[in-house]
């Protein structure tokens, strides 16, 4: 994974999976797997912050 991660691509997959989640519950995997793809780069993100 690229570890220049743009702010806005970050809000863009927030808002993908809130609107996913709303659509086909919280609960769904189509939901659990933005989750985790967000999950990947806000972490991805800081790592580099640190740096």
């Known amino acids: 994974m690229k570890q ?3 702010c806005c691509e970050i809000e863009k997959k927030r808002i993908e999976m809130i609107q996913t989640g709303m659509e086909k519950g919280l609960l ?13 780069l806000i972490n991805a993100s800081m790592i ?3 740096k």
């Open 4 to 6: 220049n991660i743009p």
């Open 28 to 40: 769904s995997h189509d939901t659990l797997k933005l989750s985790m793809e967000l999950d990947k």
């Open 48 to 50: 580099k912050s640190y």
